[in-house]
């Protein structure tokens, strides 16, 4: 997933492309996205917290906020590991491993947190969805309840059941998931092999099926742009379900959920402050956390970023 970036950092504005009309080709509903800013705004903080310090954890790819453990997250490894989980904090220390059996690892990109598809207790949600090449006609959602027991001493296990993916079309590489209170997921692609970026949406009743039919529910109001590194590899949801964030190597972009539809409120520009950074997730209103791959045989890092953009 290795991505080369070739732009030097600096304090500038970024046009982004604007779609302005709804092609044949369209999904339905893309029409929900609206016209967006074309600037960027430096971050109000960025800060640095400590790096990945656990053995082998190298390609950090998502990232979880645990709610009912304060300063607690979860993360994983990108393609190539075992069915694991990582507990850490902000410092980066190694605070367990956690096994999810009856998983495998094909290609994980992201973990969100929210509610168990048939409860409300805490589950943590582990897209194995990537995709590059647009090779396989399934894919699939891990589903593992997040202990209620932590820090995990040494290494723990825990049952884990899939949710099968199924595309209609085509295969989509999808690199971010995100869950809204309510128990909904939201996933984006990435836009890596296509002309634009694809949002999807399931209820939390079609999660409880097993199964899900995936069909792109509108497209990104930006164009996929290798270049600046904008191509989608995080998303995640404020914890009162009312503002989306989907990252990329580079920029956030900020939305307000709309119903079924997502309304651009924003975008911050975060340029090469990380290695390769892929993840991020909600810490609480203000703040939220990125994790990176590492690059240079030196540990991945763990930050904390806030954007003044409206809500």
Known sequence: ???????????????????????????????????????????????????????????SSGVAASRQHPGLLWTHNDSGDDAVLYLTNLKGEDLGRLILEGARARDWEDVT???????????????????????????????????????IEGTSSAEAWHININYPDRPFNIEAIAASPEG??????????????????????????????????????????????QLVTGAAISPDGKTLVARTYTQIFFYQIVGDGLRRTGACWLGHREPQGEAV???????????????????????????????
Request: charged share 20%.
């Open 184 to 229: 909904d997921i939201w996933m984006i692609s990435k836009g890596l092999a296509d002309s634009a970026i694809f949002v999807f949406r399931v209820t939390k009743s079609e999660l409880a099926h097993g199964t899900i039919h995936l069909k792109p529910l509108m497209r990104l109001d930006f164009d996929p742009a290798p270049a600046l590194g």
């Open 281 to 311: 997730d909600f810490l609480d209103d203000e703040f939220l956390v990125l994790t990176s791959e590492s690059a240079g045989g030196s540990l991945a890092p763990i930050s904390i970023v806030s954007c003044a953009v409206p809500s």
């Open 1 to 59: 997933m290795l991505l080369h970036h070739h732009r030097e950092h600096g304090r500038f504005l970024v046009g982004i492309s604007v779609l302005a009309a709804c092609g044949a080709g369209d999904p339905p509903g893309n029409n929900k996205s609206v016209e967006p800013s074309t600037e960027f705004v430096e971050p109000q903080e960025f800060r640095r917290t400590g790096y990945l310090q656990t053995p082998g954890l190298n390609e």
């Open 113 to 151: 947190l929210g509610p168990c598809p048939t409860d409300g207790s805490d589950c943590l949600y582990i897209a194995d969805t990537g995709d590059n090449n647009h090779g396989h006609s399934e894919a699939r959602i891990y589903v593992v309840r997040e202990p209620s027991a932590v820090p």
